[in-house]
């Protein structure tokens, strides 16, 4: 089965400093895609990123941006110039075909200001 | 409009009863999920349901079941409720099969048993 570990159960950040949050995974699947998905206290769940496992490049949207090593099975998010507002339980997730997405314990992030 | 709504956001209630949280998406989608994060953040899937198939996590207990009275909408039903199924519990859903889709959440209900 799949297993997705974040290994740092916390985290903080000065703000405006970057910060990297740590996800490995294990699977034997070759095609896959990979999330990070950040939950602030509202409680909503919100899509920060997706990778696709046959691309080589990594991902980026805006001041995030992933570090995907297929080969290490591992998957970190990057924040450049982290805000107050990113402040969150930030989750890394696994999808492959025909499975269930399949989330890490979670890292809790604090910005400091 | 909310893309997936759930109600209440709130829930409590006393050991023994029974409850349900309702769920809708207006996306179109044609899967939906249960999920249950528990005190520690840790997110477990309970249950997903497309209009082919309902797929259980054998972990779930038999009291709790889900409804869908149609493609949009998956209810959740707790029966005989208990200390232990405190939490917070979330719908989402997502197109399928396809890897790319992201699951949307809904904002969650919090439930307290006493």
């Known amino acids: 089965a799949q297993t997705v570990t974040q290994s740092q159960p916390e985290m903080s950040v000065q703000e405006a400093e970057t910060v990297t949050l740590s996800c490995t995974y294990d699977t034997s699947e070759s095609d896959y895609y990979l999330f990070w998905y950040k939950q602030p206290p509202s409680r909503q769940m919100i899509l920060v990123i997706r990778q696709e496992a046959y691309k080589q490049q990594n991902a980026t949207e805006n001041r995030f941006s992933v570090n995907f090593q297929k080969a290490a099975k591992s998957f970190s998010l990057k924040i450049s110039d982290s805000q107050l507002g990113d402040a969150a339980m930030y989750f890394c997730?696994?999808?492959?075909?025909?499975?269930?997405?399949?989330f890490g314990p979670g890292t809790r992030l604090s910005v400091l200001p | 409009d909310t893309a997936v709504s759930q109600t209440p956001k709130y829930l409590v209630t006393q050991m023994g009863n029974d409850k349900s949280i309702k769920c809708e998406q207006n996306?179109?989608?044609?899967?939906m999920y249960w999920y249950k994060q528990d005190s520690k953040k840790f997110l477990k899937i309970m249950f997903s349901?497309?209009?082919?198939?309902?797929?259980i996590n054998e972990t779930v207990p038999n009291r709790f079941s889900p409804k869908s009275p149609d493609k949009a909408h998956l209810n959740l039903h707790i029966n005989s409720l208990e200390l232990g199924d405190s939490a917070v519990y979330f719908c989402a859903s997502s197109q399928s099969p396809g890897l790319s889709y992201e699951q949307y959440f809904g904002p969650g209900t919090r439930l307290t048993v006493t």
């Open positions: 996306l179109g989608h044609d899967t």
């Open positions: 349901y497309n209009n082919k198939e309902l797929i």
């Open positions: 997730a696994y999808r492959s075909y025909g499975q269930n997405f399949v």
